[in-house]
């Protein structure tokens, strides 16, 4: 009942009551007053006639002149007007009595001068003019200032002017009507009679009163009418407005009245036919919507949304994969400032921004491109993570490995350069001399072919061109023979060797010559990095499935950042001593137990020394 709709359909209502009743008031007040006058005029004309009928029989003796003046001005109230009779001159005759008691003054020289001309003709005058008083004493002068048009048209009036308008009437205005009195045909005197206004609209007054009234209680009478009709006028607009509030909170299946047969029907048919195409329509975006998120939240990828003030609209599950953090993760920008800082960049900027940066261990990609609309406004970017932390390993290693066997060559290469030049030139006069340089020629020459041999080598395992035939065989002799060769060796570098093996150890399957081969990469290892006096360990174990074979040292141990790449061609422990090898045989080892099927791995403690521990899978009929 509160609605602005309902509000304005009763203001209208009441509002054309309003309007009704003030122009009915307005058009009775312009009218009214006129048509009083006249009526007034109409009514004081009759009873002057009948005075000067009275006069005229009085002067043909028909009535007595003792009769005649209590008959005429005995009270005002008689003739409901105030009565002067008049001669030719002017002079007042007769004149009537207040009711008060008090005689009214003699003829207004004003009005005798306005209608006794017109009177002494034989017409009779009508007039309204404006009064300052009809109730002195017999010597006052009563002063009547015509402002419009006075003379109004009576029975035979030949003075005809417009009607004064309502404020001249209501404010101090008299009526006033003169008629002749004549004796054998000649005009002997006159009987002026008025009344103020004041007095001919009291009945105005009245009707006023009376119609007032009546607005007033048509309008209480058509206020339980005009609410019921409202009321039903705006059920209809209250009930859409409650559909649409519904529809807006997301549920569609609330429908209209749409049974009514007028323009509401309408209106209620054309929000259900909205409510239905909303429906579908926003059923069919859900579904889009579902198999993009589905699609994003798929793809390895990392997704990022921002709006154009910054905040993150959409981030996909692989985002926080990618970064390694949780994904109750709140403040992504306090997380990792790196990141949207691109975001930020690009949103500034307005055009896509394309960078790698490293988040701790991993290499991300980021491309972070704006979104605008059809004017061109920005609305907020998107950026796609990536993880190329292998390619951009597989890079640096491309680059280390271009310089690592770049320095490996030429090593060698300069050294034999330096001494050919010098056997060129003749400088090497003595046979002793040119048989130290041809040594040295030849150990460089060595140093190059086994250079490239461990090169072509590791090649063909990371290729898989390498034969790498499994067969059962006991690791018995292998084993021994291994320590043959390394206890002599030992001897050489003043170290001592360990040999740790069991008596009795089951047979494997895998390949006796690649074993072979990576236990003396390992060997020469640790026994190249352990110093003077120095342990080197062979020692076996049987575990479950395998036999755990580990060469350990006293050496110079790897660090913990270096321990990732122990493995990776070039790589040497002690960068220092670049002489001791080509950094290719852990490479080719590691290479070569990943192809058995094999594990390997290293234990390090930095000046402590190192373990590396490698896998013998027993043979089945031995298991």
Same mark, same amino acid.
């Given at each position: 009942?509160?609605?602005?709709?309902?509000?304005?359909?009763?203001?209208?209502?009441?509002?054309?009551?309003?309007?009704?009743?003030?122009?009915?008031?307005?058009?009775?007040?312009?009218?009214?007053?006129?048509?009083?006058?006249?009526?007034?005029?109409?009514?004081?004309?009759?009873?002057?006639?009948?005075?000067?009928?009275?006069?005229?029989?009085?002067?043909?003796?028909?009535?007595?002149?003792?009769?005649?003046?209590?008959?005429?001005?005995?009270?005002?109230?008689? @003739?409901?007007?105030?009565?002067?009779?008049? $001669?030719?001159?002017?002079?007042?005759?007769?004149?009537?009595?207040?009711?008060?008691?008090?005689?009214?003054?003699?003829?207004?020289?004003?009005?005798?001068?306005?209608?006794?001309?017109?009177?002494?003709?034989?017409?009779?005058?009508?007039?309204?003019?404006?009064?300052?008083?009809?109730?002195?004493?017999?010597?006052?002068?009563?002063?009547?200032?015509?402002?419009?048009?006075?003379?109004?048209?009576?029975?035979?009036?030949?003075?005809?002017?417009?009607?004064?308008?309502?404020?001249?009437?209501?404010?101090?205005?008299? /009526?006033?009507?003169?008629?002749?009195?004549?004796?054998?045909?000649?005009?002997?005197?006159?009987?002026?009679?008025?009344?103020?206004?004041?007095?001919?609209?009291?009945?105005?007054?009245?009707?006023?009163?009376?119609?007032?009234?009546?607005?007033?209680?048509?309008?209480?009478?058509?206020?339980?009418?005009?609410?019921?009709?409202?009321?039903?006028?705006?059920?209809?607009?209250?009930?859409?407005?409650?559909?649409?509030?519904?529809?807006?909170?997301?549920?569609?299946?609330?429908?209209?009245?749409?049974?009514?047969?007028?323009?509401?029907?309408?209106?209620?048919?054309?929000?259900?036919?909205?409510?239905?195409?909303?429906?579908?329509?926003?059923?069919?975006?859900?579904?889009?919507?579902?198999?993009?998120?589905?699609?994003?939240?798929? /793809?390895?990828?990392?997704?990022?949304?921002?709006?154009?003030?910054?905040?993150?609209?959409?981030?996909?599950?692989?985002?926080?994969?990618?970064?390694?953090?949780?994904?109750?993760?709140?403040?992504?920008?306090?997380?990792?400032?790196?990141?949207?800082?691109?975001?930020?960049?690009?949103?500034?900027?307005?055009?896509?921004?394309?960078?790698?940066? @490293?988040?701790?261990?991993?290499?991300?990609?980021?491309?972070?491109?704006?979104?605008?609309?059809?004017?061109?406004?920005?609305?907020? #970017?998107?950026?796609?993570?990536?993880?190329?932390?292998?390619?951009?390993?597989?890079?640096?290693?491309?680059?280390?490995?271009?310089?690592?066997?770049?320095?490996?060559?030429?090593?060698?290469?300069?050294?034999?350069?330096?001494?050919?030049?010098?056997?060129?030139?003749?400088?090497?006069?003595?046979?002793?001399?040119?048989?130290?340089?041809?040594?040295? /020629?030849?150990?460089?020459?060595?140093?190059?072919?086994?250079?490239?041999?461990?090169?072509?080598?590791?090649?063909?395992?990371?290729?898989?061109?390498?034969?790498?035939?499994?067969?059962?065989?006991?690791?018995?002799?292998?084993?021994?023979?291994?320590?043959?060769?390394?206890?002599?060796?030992?001897?050489?570098?003043?170290?001592?060797?360990?040999?740790?093996?069991?008596?009795?150890?089951?047979?494997?399957?895998?390949?006796?010559?690649?074993?072979?081969?990576?236990?003396?990469?390992?060997?020469?290892?640790?026994?190249?990095?352990?110093?003077?006096?120095?342990?080197?360990?062979?020692?076996?174990?049987?575990?479950?499935?395998?036999?755990?074979?580990?060469?350990?040292?006293?050496?110079?141990?790897?660090?913990?950042? $270096?321990?990732?790449?122990?493995?990776?061609?070039?790589?040497?422990?002690?960068?220092?001593?670049?002489?001791?090898?080509?950094?290719?045989?852990?490479?080719?080892?590691?290479?070569?137990?990943?192809?058995?099927?094999?594990?390997?791995?290293?234990?390090?403690?930095?000046?402590?020394?190192?373990?590396?521990?490698?896998?013998?899978?027993?043979?089945? #009929?031995?298991?």
């Amino acid at each position: 009942m509160k609605g602005g709709f309902f509000k304005k359909t009763l203001l209208l209502v009441y509002g054309t009551v309003a309007l009704f009743a003030m122009l009915i008031a307005a058009i009775y007040t312009a009218i009214s007053p006129g048509l009083f006058a006249n009526n007034k005029i109409d009514d004081l004309i009759p009873k002057g006639q009948i005075i000067a009928g009275y006069i005229e029989s009085t002067l043909r003796g028909e009535i007595s002149t003792a009769y005649l003046v209590p008959l005429i001005g005995r009270s005002t109230s008689q @003739w409901e007007a105030t009565v002067w009779v008049v $001669d030719s001159e002017g002079d007042t005759l007769i004149r009537t009595q207040q009711s008060d008691g008090r005689r009214v003054g003699r003829l207004p020289t004003s009005l005798a001068n306005a209608m006794l001309p017109t009177v002494l003709t034989g017409q009779i005058a009508t007039h309204i003019g404006d009064q300052e008083d009809l109730s002195t004493t017999d010597n006052t002068s009563l002063r009547i200032t015509i402002r419009t048009s006075d003379i109004l048209d009576g029975i035979a009036v030949s003075q005809n002017q417009s009607d004064p308008t309502t404020e001249e009437v209501l404010h101090g205005s008299v /009526v006033a009507v003169a008629v002749p009195i004549t004796f054998f045909g000649e005009v002997v005197g006159a009987v002026f009679m008025s009344q103020p206004m004041t007095e001919v609209m009291s009945g105005m007054q009245a009707l006023s009163n009376t119609i007032l009234f009546s607005v007033l209680l048509i309008a209480l009478l058509m206020l339980p009418v005009v609410l019921y009709f409202a009321s039903r006028i705006s059920r209809p607009v209250r009930q859409m407005r409650a559909v649409a509030l519904t529809m807006a909170g997301g549920d569609l299946s609330v429908r209209a009245d749409d049974r009514r047969g007028d323009e509401f029907g309408e209106l209620g048919g054309a929000l259900n036919y909205l409510s239905s195409e909303l429906g579908r329509t926003i059923s069919s975006l859900e579904l889009e919507r579902n198999r993009l998120q589905s699609l994003i939240n798929g /793809v390895s990828e990392g997704v990022i949304a921002l709006d154009a003030q910054g905040n993150t609209t959409l981030i996909n599950p692989a985002v926080y994969a990618l970064l390694g953090l949780p994904e109750t993760t709140d403040n992504l920008r306090a997380a990792v400032p790196d990141v949207l800082r691109t975001f930020d960049e690009a949103l500034e900027r307005n055009e896509t921004i394309r960078r790698t940066i @490293w988040q701790g261990q991993i290499a991300l990609h980021i491309s972070v491109s704006p979104l605008t609309r059809a004017d061109g406004q920005l609305t907020g #970017c998107v950026g796609i993570l990536s993880d190329v932390t292998s390619a951009e390993r597989l890079e640096q290693t491309r680059r280390d490995y271009v310089a690592n066997v770049s320095h490996e060559l030429r090593t060698p290469l300069t050294a034999m350069r330096a001494l050919i030049e010098p056997l060129r030139d003749g400088l090497i006069r003595t046979e002793e001399q040119r048989q130290q340089t041809y040594d040295i /020629v030849l150990r460089e020459t060595m140093r190059l072919t086994r250079l490239v041999s461990d090169m072509l080598e590791l090649s063909r395992l990371q290729s898989g061109k390498a034969s790498l035939t499994k067969s059962v065989f006991s690791p018995g002799p292998v084993l021994a023979i291994i320590r043959e060769t390394y206890s002599a060796y030992a001897e050489d570098y003043q170290q001592t060797f360990v040999y740790d093996i069991p008596d009795a150890l089951p047979d494997v399957l895998g390949n006796p010559d690649r074993t072979q081969q990576v236990l003396i990469a390992l060997l020469d290892n640790a026994f190249k990095y352990s110093r003077e006096g120095g342990t080197v360990t062979l020692s076996a174990r049987v575990v479950q499935d395998v036999i755990r074979i580990t060469v350990r040292d006293t050496g110079i141990g790897i660090s913990a950042e $270096d321990l990732p790449h122990v493995f990776d061609r070039f790589y040497k422990a002690d960068k220092s001593h670049g002489g001791k090898g080509t950094g290719l045989g852990l490479a080719i080892a590691y290479e070569i137990m990943k192809q058995l099927g094999e594990e390997m791995k290293v234990e390090s403690v930095l000046g402590e020394g190192s373990a590396f521990t490698f896998t013998l899978h027993i043979a089945p #009929c031995h298991a």
